[in-house]
Each structure stands twice: as structure tokens, then as C-alpha cells.
């Protein structure tokens, strides 16, 4: 079935340094890959998507890149800031109006970022 | 904008009740709904994909006679985890979609369920 593969599960780096997530997904008809970011107890939030016909966005410190070929996209997060702790997940899935949006999601990232 | 609520927000039931849980979204029309559940320090596992008028989408080993989605408007979608047990206790999250062109899902807040 679909699957979601992501690593690390945990993330440990100096504030300023750089952090990068990595997802693979099984299904190669997904089109929509969003990034989510749950601090303890909250909701996720939505912090950037990409879809299947742009290779890379980017978003002031936040950049998502896409390779279809190998069915894995990453989360780059640059200049780190301690505020930027929290369990990150990475989903596949279908958008379209003939899809139902529904979204697999990885396993999570804790990422602690030390001051 | 995109905001969802979900109420309540924690529940205490004994066990053998019926717990409901509403997920609205509040400055959108949410053609798709879905529930997930989450357990402590894990990822969302789907349960159900509901859309507006009509019957939810189950995900494999969800029994849909226990939870039961209901999605009667294009903004209020409700679980209710009948008879209740302590193993059914959890992070209940719903999330909100437009759909179509815009497959981004807005995520409610929560609700923690005990069951005692």
C-alpha cells in the first residue's frame, strides 16, 4: 500500500546550523507533498508544500526540493533558531478536483535545536 | 483565514459511552474532512475521509460501526466513539480541505480522549 518513509526520526543541531529532513514515498502517482510542523501538544501546522511540477520552493529560511524520479523530497531549514523545535512531518498524496486529498504521512522528525 | 475548531477539546467519559466530537471550519467551505488519530510521540495515523452529504471513507481496520463520521454541512463534520473503551483513548485531530485545486488540509486543534 502507500507508504511514507522518513528520516531522521530525530534531529539534533547548534542554533544557526542548518537541518535537513528527507521523505520517500511509494506511491508514484502523489502530486502534493506538504511539510507540517506539531509543537508539543498543538495542532500541525502547515509551514510549505510543493507539488509534483516544481522541482524546489523556497520560503526565507525554509526550502522543500522534489526529485519524482527517485520518489523523495526534502525539508532544509537554514539558520536555525531554538524556536524551530518541534516533531516535523513530511505527506504524500493526491490533489485534483477527481482526488480526494487524502494525505500519508511520514513518521516525524523531533528536531531540537540548541541555543 | 483557513481556520478549523474542533470542541471539545478534552473529553473524561466512562467506559461503554458515546463521546462526540465536532470539527468546523470557520471561514471555509470544506468539501473534505478527515480524522485522524495520534498517539503520544507518533505520526497521524488516517481513519476516515469524509465529504458533505455523503457516507465517510473508512481506512483498513477503522470499524465504522464504532466510529461513526458524519459530514452534514459544507463547514461541521462530527466522530462520535461509541461504547467507548479505555483502549480508545487517544489525540482525536480533524483536518479541513477545500479540495479540488487547493488539497492543502488545515488541522483542528485536538481532542484528547480518556476512557476510564
Known amino acids: 500500500g502507500e507508504n511514507v518513509e522518513q528520516h531522521p526520526s530525530t534531529l539534533s543541531v547548534q542554533e544557526g546550523d542548518s537541518a535537513v529532513i528527507k521523505c520517500t514515498y511509494s506511491d508514484s502517482a502523489s502530486n502534493y507533498f506538504p511539510w507540517y510542523k506539531q509543537e508539543l501538544g498543538k495542532r500541525p501546522q502547515l509551514i510549505i508544500d510543493?507539488?509534483?511540477?516544481?522541482g524546489e520552493k523556497k520560503d526565507q529560511r525554509i526550502a522543500v526540493t522534489l526529485n519524482k524520479t527517485a520518489k523523495h523530497f526534502s525539508l532544509h531549514i537554514t539558520e536555525t533558531q531554538p524556536e524551530d523545535s518541534a516533531v516535523y512531518f513530511c505527506?504524500?498524496?493526491?490533489?485534483?478536483?477527481?482526488?480526494?486529498?487524502?494525505?500519508?504521512f511520514g513518521q516525524g522528525t523531533t528536531l531540537q535545536v540548541k541555543p | 483565514g483557513a481556520v478549523v475548531s474542533q470542541h471539545p477539546s478534552w473529553v473524561i467519559c466512562k467506559s461503554g459511552t458515546s463521546v462526540k466530537i465536532e470539527c468546523r471550519s470557520l471561514d471555509f467551505q470544506a468539501t473534505t474532512m478527515f480524522w485522524y488519530r495520534q498517539f503520544p510521540k507518533q505520526s497521524l495515523m488516517l481513519m476516515a475521509t469524509?465529504?458533505?452529504?455523503?457516507?465517510?471513507?473508512?481506512e483498513q481496520g477503522v470499524e465504522k460501526d464504532k466510529f461513526l463520521i458524519n459530514h452534514a454541512s459544507l463547514t461541521l463534520s462530527t466522530l462520535t466513539v461509541t461504547s467507548a473503551h479505555p483502549e480508545d483513548s487517544s489525540f482525536y485531530i480533524c483536518?479541513?480541505?477545500?479540495?479540488?485545486?487547493?488539497?492543502?488540509?488545515?488541522f483542528g486543534p485536538g481532542t484528547r480522549l480518556l476512557v476510564l
Open positions: 505527506a504524500a498524496g493526491l490533489g485534483g478536483s477527481s482526488n480526494t486529498g487524502k494525505l500519508i
Open positions: 469524509s465529504n458533505e452529504g455523503s457516507k465517510a471513507t473508512y
Open positions: 510543493i507539488r509534483s511540477n516544481v
Open positions: 483536518s479541513a480541505s477545500q479540495g479540488g485545486r487547493s488539497p492543502t488540509q488545515y
